[in-house]
């Protein structure tokens, strides 16, 4: 089974912390590194930046309700491969199945390492963790070290902001849809996610 190793201090540390994973394997196996997270996509919505002509001052609707779901999102930027689900509440059940389902996306024969943050549903001991998968908690009050959140802030931008959702429904489609979006564009998984503090040794 899978495991849940401690927090690390900084980014400084990663490589030993890689090392002692890649230790416990059978020799030869590959590492995976790979980041996880969860937006929130509800009716009140974000406004965000639009082209306009100069003079001019656009218009953007802004829903007052408060349906939403929620996308939990991993991607693995060395290989531009992604695993993603919409799931109506943020909690260790919905983790459960977003793990096997990011298990099914590990290569054959490698490991996945997963950086996230320590969310009480990424640490609960009651989680099953598959073989191929080992969580590797982020440090404390440190969003800029999961590049997820930059591709959250894309997928707003470009697919899920200045709209109106008319149903619960209606929210689930539109993420889904951002989602399979960003799986036919691997390039951009990997120009948004990639980090030399992570990859570059």
Same mark, same amino acid.
């Given at each position: 089974? +899978?495991?849940?190793?401690?927090?690390?201090?900084?980014?400084?540390?990663?490589? *030993?912390?890689?090392?002692?994973?890649?230790?416990?394997?059978?020799? $030869?196996?590959?590492? *995976?590194? %790979?980041?996880?997270? *969860?937006?929130?996509?509800?009716?009140?919505? /974000?406004?965000?930046?639009?082209?306009?002509?100069?003079?001019?001052?656009?218009? =953007?609707?802004?829903?007052?309700?408060?349906?939403?779901?929620?996308?939990? +999102?991993?991607? %693995?930027?060395?290989?531009?491969? /992604? =695993? $993603?689900?919409?799931?109506?509440? /943020?909690?260790? *059940? =919905?983790?459960?199945?977003?793990?096997?389902?990011?298990s099914a996306t590990v290569d054959r024969g490698a490991h996945s390492v997963i950086l996230l943050d320590q969310a009480g549903w990424h640490m609960s001991a009651t989680l099953v963790i598959p073989d191929n998968i080992t969580l590797l908690p982020l440090p404390p009050r440190s969003p800029g070290l999961n590049p997820v959140e930059n591709l959250w802030q894309f997928m707003r931008d470009n697919w899920l902001s200045n709209r109106v959702f008319t149903s619960y429904d209606d929210i689930v489609a539109h993420c889904c849809d951002a989602w399979n979006k960003l799986l036919d564009r691997p390039w951009k998984i990997t120009s948004i996610g990639l980090r030399d503090w992570a990859h570059g040794f």
């Open positions: 089974m +899978g495991k849940i190793l401690m927090p690390w201090r900084n980014s400084k540390n990663l490589p *030993e912390r890689l090392a002692a994973i890649r230790a416990g394997l059978p020799a $030869g196996t590959e590492l *995976e590194l %790979c980041w996880q997270d *969860e937006a929130r996509v509800g009716q009140k919505n /974000a406004i965000t930046r639009r082209w306009a002509r100069r003079g001019t001052r656009p218009r =953007a609707p802004h829903d007052q309700r408060t349906k939403w779901a929620y996308i939990f +999102g991993a991607i %693995c930027p060395a290989k531009g491969k /992604a =695993a $993603g689900l919409v799931m109506p509440f /943020a909690d260790t *059940e =919905a983790m459960q199945v977003h793990l096997a389902e990011i």
